[in-house]
């Protein structure tokens, strides 16, 4: 199991904050990359419809974002935010940023989409034009009718760089957004993190998965991670996709997020196991939209 | 039968100035809309590998462009050429220009991406945006190494247009690229149609299929086409991609040009009937290539 974010504040306060006992045990089971891909797109909704996740966010610079922006707009039932985006990992499925690549240069790389890595856009990035970049990713979804409830970041480079670190939060508190803060790359400034992110932020207990395995063993690490969900507020961050043609052209040669990966995440979370698992560990489905409601009770 | 184009031109002459006899009939088969999906890019590539097409074109603004650039690259057996895109025409499914919107903001729509039908280009284009949009276009296919054969154009804004249309032929003159000038288009401009293009052009009959049938019908329509090919330079226009769920997605309520429709193209094309009709009507495929060295045999 690895633990993606460790604990960064008294977690059980956050339950009694949320209306819950002091001691529930709080899962936000979170879709990655909605947007991403029409597979991805199908899975995610279909996850959504069947319980196996509550929460999702949206990759609006990607080429399926008109899909989901609609299903979004129509389904307000669904908790889902933004996966705001500043890279195209991908060889040969690319996209660039909302805004113009001239007002952005510094974000966009010499084939004209953006950078492939985390490193490549901290060596380049201008905080200014990142700002820009995920406002105007924002005010897109907004005019499509999406009303997100959170806002989260791709691969995570407003994470590990102290400027963007505070855009982020900054932009995310303009918008009356709850961020996620994942703690592990807090850590990186020490104890003075709220210094720097500001008080009012929520840090949940985050897993991810980030090892691959044979399918069979998909089932084993889901369900060692539910067996250890603490009290409080938790996240488990999942990709799902269908393993398609689309899908499998798209993560060619990357089997780790690849399409076989996203279609293990989305079996194991439709699973009549999965429903078991979280009734046995006594754990509740969470949704950003009720730490949104927390956090700016005057813009719900 | 519909015919896309009529004869512009002596077409025996064509034949000769190709290095066949007078009276041969060369048709260029020739699949539209490369890049557009990963589905049209796996069913054009399998095309051009069993001899389905000569011919093709790719559309640079698309998402799929990088895996088909790459495929062009590696492959300079296969005869490709651009499809200069200028709209984007599809509901959920959307892109924008090479060049950054605020650089072409008349060919970009209040989302931020092409206008979807091409009244909306000639309502709202500044030719000079064109010109920089399309050869943008070019510069970005050379960049990713296709060595491109020919141009033409995606739903016709460019065949048009008086302004647009001499854009057009300069900018594939200066390239040194033949351009596809659609005859039925060209009779907007009267018997003066050389004074707007130039010389040294090429008109070919055309023919493209425009209405929808079941599939049993399909063969029907293809094999009448190739009964009635004259001498001379043709070119069939087809729509290749398979029949499933990403192309499904694209084209939603779109039968026209839709998914099911290019399913049905590339099984024709793939056919063992497609073959039987080419010799038993003496129709030798040809390419834009071929064009290309007799028209800049100086540039090949």
Not at 12 to 30: F, N, Q, T
Not at 171 to 188: A, C, R
């Amino acid at each position: 199991m690895i633990t993606f974010f460790s604990m960064g504040q008294e977690q059980k306060s956050i339950a009694e904050k949320l209306g819950y006992p002091a001691d529930a045990k709080l899962l936000i089971v979170h879709a990655d990359d909605m947007g991403l891909a029409h597979s991805a797109n199908m899975a995610s909704i279909e996850a959504f419809k069947k319980k196996g996740v509550s929460s999702g966010s949206i990759m609006v610079p990607c080429p399926w974002f008109p899909e989901i922006a609609d299903f979004a707009k129509n389904h307000p039932e669904y908790d889902i935010g933004l996966h705001l985006t500043l890279t195209a990992e991908w060889d040969q499925y690319k996209w660039d940023g909302v805004l113009p690549s001239s007002e952005i240069p510094s974000l966009i790389n010499e084939n004209g989409f953006f950078y492939s890595s985390v490193e490549e856009v901290l060596q380049h990035a201008d905080p200014a034009e990142v700002e820009k970049e995920i406002r105007a990713q924002i005010d897109r979804a907004l005019a499509f009718g999406v009303k997100p409830t959170h806002l989260d970041n791709h691969m995570g480079p407003l994470f590990v760089n102290q400027e963007l670190l505070k855009i982020y939060v900054k932009v995310g508190k303009e918008y009356n957004l709850p961020v996620l803060l994942p703690s592990n790359y807090m850590g990186f400034y020490g104890a003075d993190i709220e210094e720097y992110v500001g008080e009012n932020q929520v840090f949940p207990f985050g897993y991810m998965k980030m090892e691959n395995m044979p399918a069979d063993e998909w089932d084993d690490f889901y369900n060692q991670v539910l067996e250890n969900i603490k009290p409080g507020l938790n996240e488990l961050i999942v990709h799902l996709a269908f393993d398609n043609a689309e899908m499998q052209a798209i993560a060619a040669g990357h089997p780790d997020y690849g399409s076989l990966w996203r279609q293990n995440d989305f079996n194991y979370l439709v699973s009549d196991e999965f429903k078991k698992m979280l009734e046995k560990n006594n754990i509740r489905l969470a949704e950003w939209r009720e730490i949104k409601e927390v956090l700016y009770p005057e813009n719900p």
